[in-house]
């Protein structure tokens, strides 16, 4: 599971690094541009809507536990 998070992580900055490169990129139309650049943050916002719904699927069939803070309170 942690390689599987950590590469989803790698996914999405390289989403963001493309639509940073289509955003700098001149030479080219506006729109053209725009619309790259949109498919690039299109992608990332997929990513991470798998990935959560991977992780919510993944602690609900225990393959994940929580751990941190306690739910009790004092």
Same mark, same amino acid.
Not at 10 to 32: H, Q, V
Not at 43 to 70: D, H, K
């Given at each position: 599971?942690?390689?599987?998070? !950590?590469? =989803?992580?790698? =996914?999405?900055?390289?989403?963001?690094?493309?639509a940073l490169?289509?955003?700098?990129?001149?030479?080219?139309?506006?729109?053209?541009?725009?619309?790259? %650049?949109?498919?690039?943050?299109? !992608?990332?916002v997929g990513?991470?809507?798998?990935?959560?719904?991977?992780?919510?699927?993944a602690w609900? %069939?225990?393959?994940?536990?929580? *751990?941190?803070?306690?739910? *009790?309170?004092?």
């Amino acid at each position: 599971m942690k390689y599987l998070v !950590v590469l =989803a992580f790698i =996914a999405i900055l390289a989403s963001l690094a493309s639509a940073l490169f289509f955003m700098m990129r001149n030479g080219r139309d506006d729109k053209s541009k725009g619309n790259h %650049m949109a498919k690039a943050l299109a !992608v990332r916002v997929g990513i991470s809507i798998v990935l959560f719904l991977c992780i919510l699927v993944a602690w609900q %069939m225990g393959y994940i536990q929580p *751990t941190g803070l306690p739910a *009790t309170a004092r």
